[in-house]
């Protein structure tokens, strides 16, 4: 079935640092993978997103990354904040908006001052 | 504010007994996701709307149901209820194909089962 792996599990950095969070997927025939932010206690809420026709698509400091070969996408976060620090999902789907996001285990990142 | 509302906040309740969580989808929202989040763990998918009728479906137990009613609001019946089952349930919404596809999820319905 459909499954989407995501490493690492915990990442610490300090302020300013890079940060970079991989997931693979299974399905061939995903086309829509979003990244989402979940702050303590909070729910979780879309940061950025990349279809499967965009090898890469950059906000401010996010960007994201896909290759559909290797079935492999990533999170990019430059220059971190402590503000920065939260749970990180991400997912997959076949398509926007009527099928179902199959997300990741999630990565807790934790930026330190 | 997302704009899906989700009741109650908070709930908790014994083994073996049953609840309900309701789930308001953004006005305009057709389709309407259920998600599980125990402690420190993921989401996992339980089961899709659309326009009322069921469209996906995940790991979710027999003894749970769920349904969306004609004015596009949701309810996940929980039954039997197990000290396993506390968690916080997610309801999101989202529009049809063609947007975006993001979700927006309300605040979440924390289950604690004793």
């Known amino acids: 079935g459909e499954n989407v792996e995501q490493h690492p599990s915990t990442l610490s950095v300090q302020e300013g640092d890079s940060a970079v969070i991989k997931c693979t997927y299974s399905d061939s025939a995903s086309n829509y993978f979003p990244w989402y932010k979940q702050e303590l206690g909070k729910r979780p809420q879309l940061i950025i997103d990349?279809?499967?026709?965009?090898g890469e698509k950059k906000d401010q400091r996010i960007a994201v990354t896909l290759n559909k070969t290797a079935k492999h996408f990533s999170l990019h976060i430059t220059e971190t904040q402590p503000e920065d620090s939260a749970v990180y999902f991400c997912?997959?789907?076949?398509?926007?908006?009527?099928?179902?996001?199959?997300f990741g285990a999630g990565t807790r990142l934790a930026v330190h001052p | 504010d997302s704009g899906v509302t989700q009741t109650p906040k908070h709930l908790i309740t014994a083994t073996g007994q049953r609840v309900t969580l309701r789930c308001s989808p953004r006005?305009?929202?057709?389709?309407v996701y259920w998600y599980q989040q125990s402690l420190d763990q993921g989401l996992q998918f339980l089961i899709q709307y659309y326009n009322g009728e069921e469209r996906a479906k995940g790991n979710i137990l027999e003894r749970f149901s769920a349904q969306q009613f004609p004015d596009l609001h949701s309810e996940l019946n929980l039954s039997s209820l197990e000290l396993g089952d506390s968690a916080l349930y997610f309801c999101?919404?989202?529009?049809?194909?063609?947007?975006?596809?993001?979700?927006?999820f309300g605040e979440g319905s924390r289950l604690t089962v004793l």
């Open positions: 990349i279809r499967s026709n965009v």
């Open positions: 006005s305009g929202d057709l389709s």
């Open positions: 999101a919404s989202s529009v049809p194909a063609g947007h975006t596809g993001e979700l927006f």
């Open positions: 997912a997959a789907s076949k398509s926007g908006g009527y099928n179902k996001l199959i």
